[in-house]
């Protein structure tokens, strides 16, 4: 009796470790391997040279200065997970006009001098704030404005919205050419404020990576 009592028991102990193994076992969520969760959080946005443009002005002691440049190409990829950010904006500063033929052709050939700088490029690092998708989000772009052959460190806000497979954004910022070693356009006439206001149109498709 006594033997085929512990019998009993162990026969029920090994019953009960099974049922847990089991149970926990069926409880467990599937693993996803880490390559597979790192690559659906990170987000590519194409721009769409054709659907974007460049808007800027500049005040003087005469009047507002108005202009326009165009976008030569575009890609910024983030991750959702930690902000980290890479890609590029390249802006085509050729395509700088502002309505008058010879203040352009000054702006080109003394003051920007596209025939040897030709792109103005900014160069995303990090995103902060949340990017919803989809969704409206309002975010900071951080990263490097080159311009004029020379690096500068840009905090650019972003209002996006992302739709389906297409986003569309814009961004206000200012950009301090004088200080940062741009011609003075001034002359005894005519005083230029140092500083350009910009207003920056995109419009592209939205990328999960792979």
Same mark, same amino acid.
């Given at each position: 009796?006594?033997? !085929?009592?512990?019998?009993?028991?162990?026969?029920?102990?090994?019953?009960?470790?099974?049922?847990?193994?089991?149970? !926990?076992?069926?409880?467990?969520?599937?693993? *996803?391997?880490?390559?597979?969760?790192?690559?659906?959080?990170?987000?590519?946005?194409?721009?769409?040279?054709?659907?974007?443009?460049?808007?800027?002005?500049?005040?003087?002691? #005469?009047?507002?200065?108005?202009?326009?440049?165009?976008?030569?190409?575009?890609?910024?990829?983030?991750?959702? @997970?930690?902000?980290?950010?890479?890609?590029? *904006?390249?802006?085509?500063?050729?395509? +700088?006009?502002?309505?008058? +033929? !010879?203040? &352009?052709?000054?702006?080109?050939?003394?003051?920007? @001098?596209?025939?040897? /700088?030709?792109?103005?490029?900014?160069?995303?690092?990090?995103?902060?704030?949340?990017?919803?998708?989809?969704?409206? !989000?309002?975010?900071? #772009?951080? +990263?490097?404005?080159?311009?004029?052959?020379?690096?500068? &460190?840009? &905090?650019?806000?972003?209002?996006? @919205?992302?739709?389906?497979?297409?986003?569309?954004?814009?961004?206000?910022?200012?950009?301090? /050419? *004088?200080?940062?070693?741009?011609?003075?356009?001034?002359?005894?006439?005519?005083?230029?404020?140092?500083?350009? /206001?910009?207003?920056?149109?995109?419009? +592209?498709?939205?990328?999960?990576?792979?």
């Amino acid at each position: 009796m006594r033997l !085929s009592g512990m019998k009993s028991l162990r026969l029920a102990g090994l019953s009960v470790v099974g049922i847990a193994v089991f149970l !926990s076992a069926a409880a467990a969520p599937p693993r *996803i391997p880490q390559a597979a969760a790192t690559a659906t959080s990170e987000v590519v946005l194409t721009v769409d040279p054709a659907q974007s443009k460049v808007h800027w002005n500049v005040d003087s002691t #005469l009047h507002m200065v108005h202009g326009t440049f165009n976008l030569k190409s575009g890609m910024v990829h983030f991750s959702l @997970e930690t902000g980290k950010a890479g890609g590029e *904006i390249v802006v085509l500063a050729t395509s +700088g006009e502002s309505g008058n +033929g !010879s203040r &352009d052709a000054r702006m080109h050939k003394e003051i920007l @001098e596209t025939a040897k /700088y030709p792109d103005a490029v900014f160069r995303p690092t990090s995103v902060e704030g949340k990017v919803q998708q989809p969704g409206v !989000s309002d975010v900071k #772009l951080h +990263g490097t404005f080159t311009l004029h052959g020379a690096d500068h &460190d840009m &905090d650019a806000p972003v209002h996006a @919205e992302i739709t389906g497979e297409h986003w569309k954004g814009t961004s206000k910022f200012e950009v301090p /050419y *004088i200080k940062w070693g741009i011609k003075d356009p001034s002359n005894f006439m005519l005083k230029v404020k140092p500083v350009v /206001y910009v207003e920056l149109e995109m419009s +592209g498709d939205v990328k999960n990576a792979k």
